[in-house]
């Protein structure tokens, strides 16, 4: 199978590579990079007006198959990564029941091959059935291609169990991703111990409930060697434990979300529950600090941790309505605009923080526009603006706070292992 696509801006950060050109590609392989390339014989997916990117990479969202499809299907799901720009994302496991086992991994990723839309990265539970007593089987993960495992959802509470989590890790060459929440300092809250919250009497959690976790996993990744990469970064003191422990040379990765990018506790009142999210949105300082630490590579990506509801659960009232929000769809135009466009953050960064770097982290073929790599692609008109409804959206989780916010940039299609798959 051939493929060209013509006349695009071709940006790749992490080849310094801004220019005008067409890709050829063969049987899912670039093979040829930049001038005109010979089309015939081939389908041509016409680029010009569009910047052509490394194929992103949502690494941490929630798909709530098995057990929960009234909020999602596979098809629903890979629907809105498509639609989102991304090539290929990467599943909790927490699902009902959890994927705990590299049988249930497998069956799970064969049914998402089926639906021909982004590549489906299952990671498996750390503990058998998440309950943070017994390690799943590391060794049969890895076996079954498995890139890493986590107890997403909930702490891995127990210190003993997630420093073997971590040595079984280093030995079979995966990532743990860790959910970093400290229980007795958690425990009821629903949004960030400060003045926003207090106003609304609702009960809270502050930053400390994370930040302690964080600590106690970078001593134990220190000492054991796995590597440990920690989810949802939203504090302040968060990246400052991760930027010394970088600087230590420890073992560590961070991700943080579109939401606490770009959102703060002062839209509590506004949202509602669709600003209830674990953890939780925080300051205007601690915005600020992820900014900062996603600028200077502190935290390494961003990833959605999309993570869809019914209507009916997230109107249950801010002490009942789950945690989550939603996120594939809007995560790259709401970053555009609210970051690249004000210019808090290079365009290439980001770029490089939703593609290359989730690719590193988790061990997946690099992702660049040059000839030899896997002909993995998001073309997206970064000028045009674009906007949100709950209609409007793939996914089956409406629980989006971006709604009707003015986003920047239209995905028009994604190239997923040499397939052309249109918007």
Known sequence: MRLVVQGGRLLDPGLAMDELGDLLIEDGVIVSVGGDQPAEGALVVDARGTAVLPGLIDMHIHLRQPGQSHKETLSSGLLAAVRGGFTAVA?????????DSPGAVLEIERQAAQLGLAHLHQLGAVSRKSLGEALADFAGYRAAGVVAVSDDGVPVAQAGLMRRALQHAQAWGLVVVAHSEEPSLAEG????DGPDAWALGLPTQSASAEAAMVARDLVLAEETGGHLHVAHV???ATVELVRAAKARGVPVSAEVTPHHLLLTSAELPRLGTLAKMNPPLRSERDRLALIEGLADGTIDAVASDHAPHTQSEKASGWLAAPFGVTGMETALPMLVAGLVEKGALPLGRLIDAMSAAPARILG???RQLAAGMAANLTLVDLLAPV???AESLATLGKNCPFLDRPGLGRVLGVVVEGRWVAC
């Not at 599943?91 to 994927?99: E, F, H, K, Y």
């Not at 809250?189 to 960030?192: P, T």
């Open 364 to 366: 997946l073929p690099a």
């Open 387 to 389: 906007s949100f409804s």
């Open 189 to 192: 809250g629903v949004a960030d």
């Open 234 to 236: 939203s504090s302040r």
């Open 91 to 99: 599943a909790m496991p927490n699902t009902q029941p959890v994927i």
